[in-house]
């Protein structure tokens, strides 16, 4: 815009030589900046096809239909070792969703609960909450997860003492196993319900909007959609007539049977994970409710606002405005730092791709598609973030 | 508060005597009062959060400096019921140079102690001058010098046996170092007018953020050697060095286009009427302002490049994360990855928490914003 208007401004002179014409500079130096980028690009690509054909090395991506002949440790799926690689890289790319996901809900809550303890009166309080974010900042998230790992290895007894901090729940040096629930139809009516009823105060919220807007009425969608959202699966769950049979953990011999087992791995690469981006979350969670002026509220509460709507209304919408934006960038660095399970063991995408390097030599394929996987999360996460981010956007005018 | 607002305005019935004595807020009773227990919820928070520290930090501190075991072998510490901080100091030479020639040890703890203290000189901003640029540079070729030998009759050591604390020290220096002004001109490409210099910058910054360190790092060690013409073999360290550079470069870039977007366009444009050309515009008016705001982004940044070095344990290069572990592997130490791990924790945070506050001191000493107390 600005560079149109200069360079309108200043019309070619017929008497100046071309090479001063700053449109002519301007194409010939992106002429040159391409052509040089070019030109390394073939230099390298020349010189890797020629080392690919003197080691012999098969290039393109068949090898994903061949058996992969590795047991992987643990599976959303079913999958064994029969199964082709491009399966086995499937089931590592689910293990990182599944890590992920997880990860990034436990954040948020510890992240928000320690940047409000941060901004705690209690002196106490708000010093260890400090302390806590400066000493897990400061630290490699690789060294955390290898000291939780170890501590699961070295600190916690074999199956046959494990811990038994509730009725149920172990903890040992195979993990954490919980209680698991005996399958039932009625927990599958239960997800449909608790779905019906979230889209059921969807609607009830656009409705409640527009008759507010035309006839000045508000309606407590709120409250309406609590009542919704926590009944439709209670009052299926009651029509099923309350099955609650689940299976406790019991050992035999030197394992558990029944109940769920977190391994190891997937806990110490949890709780490191949690631990240290809760710490980022929370500088951001305090920065955004520091942001939003006192006069807001004072403002908010002149009005006649009760202090719900107060923190709804006026509070909130401000300080997510200000926390969205780094809290997406801190979501995407726990889903690359998930990368790390490769050092401890956890079977994530780049651990899985890394076996498949090892045993089929296709090093340029296989961290091609490890930077693939990444790109696509990356750039999903953040064009949902951007989304919200637009929809809770100021509008200036 | 309360008591104040009495005395201003007493209420004819009231009489001096009925007035109860304003609550202290001086002393060491009145700070407990004021910081720990001004409402009943925070006298309840503050009791539990005393008693989660008393079961948490006492025995602590008996497992870490009460029971310890400081120094002797490891069967001593198997006896004892505390730390065994014998790990460390029975391996500390392994730990911080890991395969560096036992008897040419002295050679990387000079390059380190010249490292600190010119890192320690560079600290005050009287020191910035010609002179320390000119001691940088000395200084660096010197640390390289006494870590590879082969001049002065210093037998050469291969960087293959490099390894401990010089490694990530090297890592991270030379990486920050070579990706600050690789990021400021990413960050100048991708606010560029020029469309195809702007295309390849975008790319670039999108791309590597996008993507984890350590597939860089794979890339770095597995596809890096295909790239060279046959018979041309670049050193590991050397591999892992770039791909940390190409990182952190694109992460700079973000922080600095920040900085350079919170320029207003006035100064763009009494930069052009004064007749400076593009290069003239950016080094005197534009950049100086922009770095500025953006200090503070930019010490996590290279906070979390020096993090991010301890990642190359993957690609089996060892640092000192690696050297510790292959002491933990030895049976003899196994079982005490605890005190080990502990002792890394305090070497990063020392590392981190100074850069940190060295950080905070030059945005204070740089800032022009005299409402805010300079």
Same mark, same amino acid.
């Given at each position: 815009?600005?560079?149109?208007?200069?360079?309108?401004?200043?019309?070619?002179?017929?008497?100046?030589?071309?090479?001063?014409?700053?449109?002519?500079?301007?194409?010939?130096?992106?002429?040159?900046?391409?052509?040089?980028?070019?030109?390394?690009?073939?230099?390298?690509?020349?010189?890797?096809? &020629?080392?690919?054909?003197?080691?012999?090395?098969?290039? $393109?991506?068949?090898?994903?239909? *061949?058996? /992969? %002949?590795?047991? @992987? +440790?643990?599976?959303?799926?079913?999958?064994?070792? &029969?199964?082709?690689?491009?399966?086995?890289?499937?089931? $590592?790319?689910?293990?990182?969703? *599944?890590? /992920? %996901?997880?990860? @990034? +809900?436990?954040?948020?809550?510890?992240?928000?609960?320690?940047?409000?303890?941060?901004?705690?009166?209690?002196?106490?309080?708000?010093?260890?909450?400090?302390?806590?974010?400066?000493?897990?900042?400061?630290?490699?998230?690789?060294?955390?997860?290898?000291?939780?790992?170890?501590?699961?290895?070295?600190?916690?007894?074999?199956?046959?003492?494990?811990?038994?901090?509730?009725?149920?729940?172990?903890?040992?040096?195979?993990?954490?196993?919980?209680?698991?629930?005996?399958?039932?139809?009625?927990?599958?009516?239960?997800?449909?319900?608790?779905?019906?009823?979230?889209?059921?105060?969807?609607?009830?919220?656009?409705?409640?909007?527009?008759?507010?807007?035309?006839?000045?009425?508000?309606?407590?969608?709120?409250?309406?959609?609590?009542?919704?959202?926590?009944?439709?699966?209670?009052?299926?769950?009651?029509?099923?007539?309350?099955?609650?049979?689940?299976?406790?953990?019991?050992?035999?011999?030197?394992?558990?049977?029944?109940?769920?087992?977190?391994?190891?791995?997937?806990?110490?690469?949890?709780?490191?994970?949690?631990?240290?981006?809760?710490?980022?979350?929370?500088?951001?969670?305090?920065?955004?409710?520091?942001?939003?002026?006192?006069?807001?509220?004072?403002?908010?509460?002149?009005?006649?606002?009760?202090?719900?709507?107060?923190?709804?209304?006026?509070?909130?919408?401000?300080?997510?405005?200000?926390?969205?934006?780094?809290?997406?960038?801190?979501?995407?660095?726990?889903?690359?730092?998930?990368?790390?399970?490769?050092?401890?063991?956890?079977?994530?995408?780049?651990?899985?791709?890394?076996?498949?390097?090892?045993?089929?030599?296709?090093?340029?394929?296989?961290?091609?598609?490890?930077?693939?996987?990444?790109?696509?999360?990356?750039?999903?996460?953040?064009?949902?973030?951007?989304?919200?981010?637009?929809?809770?956007?100021?509008?200036?005018? | 508060?309360?008591?104040?607002?009495?005395?201003?305005?007493?209420?004819?019935?009231?009489?001096?005597?009925?007035?109860?004595?304003?609550?202290?807020?001086?002393?060491?009773?009145?700070?407990?009062?004021?910081?720990?227990?001004?409402?009943?919820?925070?006298?309840?928070?503050?009791?539990?959060?005393?008693?989660?520290?008393?079961?948490?930090?006492?025995?602590?501190?008996?497992?870490?400096?009460?029971?310890?075991?400081?120094?002797?072998?490891?069967?001593?510490?198997?006896?004892?019921?505390?730390?065994?901080?014998?790990?460390?100091?029975?391996?500390?030479?392994?730990?911080?140079?890991?395969?560096?020639?036992?008897?040419?040890?002295?050679?990387?703890?000079?390059?380190?102690?010249?490292?600190?203290?010119?890192?320690?000189?560079?600290?005050?901003?009287?020191?910035?001058?010609?002179?320390?640029?000119?001691?940088?540079?000395?200084?660096?070729?010197?640390?390289?010098?006494?870590?590879?030998?082969?001049?002065?009759?210093?037998?050469?050591?291969?960087?293959?046996?490099?390894?401990?604390?010089?490694?990530?020290?090297?890592?991270?220096?030379?990486?920050?170092?070579?990706?600050?002004?690789?990021?400021?001109?990413?960050?100048?490409?991708?606010?560029?007018?020029?469309?195809?210099?702007?295309?390849?910058?975008?790319?670039?910054?999108?791309?590597?953020?996008?993507?984890?360190?350590?597939?860089?790092?794979?890339?770095?060690?597995?596809?890096?050697?295909?790239?060279?013409?046959?018979?041309?073999?670049?050193?590991?360290?050397?591999?892992?060095?770039?791909?940390?550079?190409?990182?952190?470069?694109?992460?700079?870039?973000?922080?600095?286009?920040?900085?350079?977007?919170?320029?207003?366009?006035?100064?763009?444009?009494?930069?052009?009427?004064?007749?400076?050309?593009?290069?003239?515009?950016?080094?005197?008016?534009?950049?100086?302002?922009?770095?500025?705001?953006?200090?503070?982004?930019?010490?996590?940044?290279?906070?979390?490049?020096?993090?991010?070095?301890?990642?190359?344990?993957?690609?089996?290069?060892?640092?000192?994360?690696?050297?510790?572990?292959?002491?933990?592997?030895?049976?003899?130490?196994?079982?005490?990855?605890?005190?080990?791990?502990?002792?890394?924790?305090?070497?990063?945070?020392?590392?981190?928490?100074?850069?940190?506050?060295?950080?905070?001191?030059?945005?204070?000493?740089?800032?022009?914003?005299?409402?805010?107390?300079?």
């Amino acid at each position: 815009m600005d560079s149109s208007q200069t360079v309108a401004s200043r019309p070619f002179h017929p008497k100046e030589p071309f090479w001063l014409d700053p449109r002519f500079r301007a194409l010939l130096f992106q002429a040159l900046v391409l052509g040089a980028v070019a030109l390394l690009a073939w230099y390298l690509m020349a010189n890797t096809i &020629a080392n690919l054909q003197r080691q012999k090395i098969a290039t $393109g991506f068949a090898f994903l239909e *061949k058996e /992969a %002949a590795f047991e @992987i +440790g643990e599976s959303v799926i079913s999958y064994s070792a &029969a199964d082709t690689y491009a399966r086995a890289l499937f089931v $590592g790319a689910l293990n990182t969703v *599944k890590v /992920a %996901a997880i990860g @990034i +809900g436990l954040t948020v809550v510890l992240g928000t609960f320690i940047g409000i303890a941060r901004l705690s009166s209690n002196w106490l309080i708000a010093r260890l909450a400090a302390v806590y974010i400066e000493v897990m900042q400061d630290v490699p998230v690789l060294l955390q997860l290898f000291f939780w790992y170890a501590l699961f290895y070295e600190m916690l007894p074999g199956p046959r003492q494990a811990l038994n901090p509730m009725i149920g729940v172990y903890v040992c040096n195979r993990g954490l196993i919980v209680p698991s629930l005996n399958p039932h139809p009625a927990w599958r009516w239960m997800i449909l319900a608790f779905t019906a009823a979230m889209v059921a105060s969807w609607l009830l919220r656009a409705w409640a909007r527009r008759r507010q807007d035309r006839t000045g009425r508000p309606f407590p969608v709120f409250r309406t959609s609590l009542v919704l959202v926590l009944g439709a699966p209670l009052v299926t769950w009651w029509a099923f007539g309350f099955p609650r049979a689940v299976t406790l953990p019991e050992l035999q011999g030197f394992n558990f049977v029944g109940g769920k087992t977190l391994s190891p791995e997937f806990s110490a690469l949890l709780l490191g994970l949690v631990l240290y981006t809760a710490a980022f979350v929370a500088e951001i969670v305090r920065a955004g409710i520091q942001a939003v002026g006192k006069g807001q509220r004072e403002a908010a509460m002149s009005l006649g606002l009760r202090p719900a709507q107060v923190l709804r209304l006026v509070i909130l919408p401000q300080a997510l405005r200000v926390i969205i934006p780094p809290l997406t960038s801190q979501m995407l660095n726990l889903t690359k730092n998930s990368s790390l399970a490769v050092a401890i063991g956890y079977p994530d995408f780049v651990s899985v791709a890394n076996t498949t390097i090892n045993q089929t030599g296709q090093s340029i394929e296989g961290v091609a598609l490890i930077m693939a996987v990444y790109l696509f999360f990356s750039l999903s996460t953040s064009a949902f973030m951007n989304w919200y981010n637009k929809k809770a956007r100021l509008v200036e005018r | 508060m309360s008591g104040f607002e009495r005395t201003m305005s007493p209420r004819p019935s009231q009489t001096p005597d009925d007035l109860k004595p304003p609550v202290t807020t001086v002393g060491p009773l009145g700070w407990l009062r004021k910081n720990l227990f001004n409402t009943p919820l925070n006298a309840v928070l503050t009791g539990l959060t005393l008693f989660f520290l008393w079961k948490t930090v006492l025995p602590f501190f008996r497992w870490a400096f009460v029971d310890a075991v400081w120094v002797g072998p490891s069967n001593l510490c198997r006896q004892s019921e505390g730390a065994c901080w014998s790990v460390i100091s029975q391996n500390i030479r392994f730990i911080l140079f890991g395969f560096y020639p036992y008897d040419q040890q002295w050679r990387p703890i000079t390059a380190m102690l010249l490292l600190l203290g010119l890192v320690f000189f560079s600290r005050d901003r009287k020191f910035w001058t010609k002179t320390l640029a000119c001691a940088w540079i000395v200084g660096l070729g010197a640390m390289g010098t006494l870590m590879a030998g082969g001049l002065f009759g210093l037998p050469p050591v291969e960087s293959t046996q490099w390894g401990g604390l010089p490694l990530t020290l090297l890592l991270a220096v030379f990486g920050l170092t070579a990706a600050y002004p690789l990021g400021v001109l990413l960050a100048l490409g991708r606010q560029s007018r020029l469309p195809a210099v702007k295309l390849l910058c975008v790319v670039y910054i999108e791309l590597i953020r996008g993507v984890p360190l350590i597939s860089l790092l794979f890339m770095a060690s597995i596809i890096f050697p295909l790239f060279l013409p046959a018979g041309i073999t670049i050193n590991k360290i050397l591999r892992a060095q770039v791909a940390i550079i190409l990182f952190t470069a694109a992460y700079i870039a973000e922080v600095v286009r920040g900085g350079l977007q919170a320029i207003p366009k006035g100064q763009y444009e009494a930069a052009e009427s004064l007749g400076l050309n593009y290069y003239l515009t950016m080094r005197l008016v534009v950049l100086p302002q922009a770095l500025k705001i953006v200090i503070p982004p930019t010490v996590s940044i290279l906070i979390s490049a020096f993090k991010d070095t301890s990642l190359v344990v993957i690609i089996a290069l060892y640092d000192v994360l690696k050297t510790t572990q292959t002491v933990l592997s030895n049976p003899e130490w196994m079982g005490f990855s605890r005190e080990a791990y502990l002792f890394l924790a305090i070497l990063y945070f020392a590392g981190c928490f100074s850069m940190s506050h060295a950080g905070r001191r030059l945005e204070r000493q740089l800032s022009t914003n005299r409402q805010e107390g300079g």
